[in-house]
């Protein structure tokens, strides 16, 4: 009776899960109306620098992610002019739980949970709409954090957790790391060798057509390198060097239209 009753709470627990990623799914591939981004900055570094940089941060600083987004759409035939809108929250007051880098599948599983747990908990603002897609920013100052780790999106849970340098000169950068891992949310997969960094051919390349191939003129957003020739590549600087390719956009469910 008991063994009984515990599988059914189970059941019903992983059906509701299940049915929440489907919904969450459904509803922001559809692309018939403005997928709401809430973007929440963090001290990753804990300095002054970076308080002082955040405290800085107005919309505006997000406002290519936007452009880009709906520039890549209408090329695809989306039908709506805003297909992304970048809204900036307060910072929360803790940070997302960390990542250890060379965490196998299990510890990723968990690390996920936790950070699901961690949106639902600092996410809601009062008086603020509850932006879907939810991408926490750390900054760092890049006088002493040279590198940073590395960022991630996820689909299950519509979560990003973006590491970016606290600088003006590195806002279109960052920009491009937030648009990558928005991306990933909605379903998008990487188009890089994850050892060598190299954008892969045809779906990591911004203009895989092009005659001749070398130099590419732009980066394909979920290789974010631009090809220079096949071992060379190079980081845009901003998000107009950059584009959607056609695998990207038929993962994210723009050529449906
Ligand atoms: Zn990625």
């Not at 970076?50 to 890549?72: C, H, M, N, P, W």
């Not at 600088?167 to 991306?183: L, Y």
């Not at 203009?207 to 390198?225: K, L, N, V």
């Not at 060379?232 to 107009?240: G, K, N, S, V």
């Amino acid at each position: 009776m008991w063994k009984k009753f515990r599988i059914t709470v189970l059941l019903v627990v992983l059906g509701v899960v299940a049915t929440v990623t489907w919904l969450d799914k459904a509803s922001t591939t559809s692309w018939d109306r403005t997928l709401w981004v809430g973007v929440f900055p963090l001290n990753g570094d804990g300095s002054d620098v970076t308080a002082r940089y955040i405290d800085g941060l107005k919309v505006e600083d997000f406002a290519s992610i936007e452009s880009f987004f709906a520039q890549e759409a209408s090329r695809y035939g989306v039908k709506i002019a805003t297909p992304v809108r970048v809204d900036l929250y307060p910072s929360p007051h803790e940070l997302p739980p960390p990542l250890v880098p060379g965490s196998n599948g299990l510890q990723v599983a968990w690390w996920s949970l936790k950070t699901r747990l961690y949106a639902r908990r600092t996410a809601d603002v009062p008086g603020r709409p509850r932006s879907p897609i939810r991408v926490f920013v750390l900054y760092h100052d890049p006088k002493v954090s040279p590198s940073v780790p590395h960022s991630l999106g996820m689909q299950k849970g519509l979560i990003g957790v973006v590491h970016a340098f606290a600088t003006q000169s590195m806002n279109g950068s960052n920009n491009i790391v937030i648009a990558h891992e928005t991306m990933h949310t909605v379903g998008a997969t990487d188009k890089y060798d994850l050892d060598t960094g190299t954008p892969k051919y045809p779906g990591g390349y911004g203009e895989p057509e092009r005659s001749p191939r070398f130099p590419q003129r732009y980066a394909e957003i979920m290789a974010g390198q631009r090809a220079l020739s096949d071992h060379e590549q190079e980081m845009p600087e901003t998000l107009r060097d950059v584009l959607v390719g056609t695998q990207t956009a038929e993962e994210i469910g723009w050529t449906r239209h």
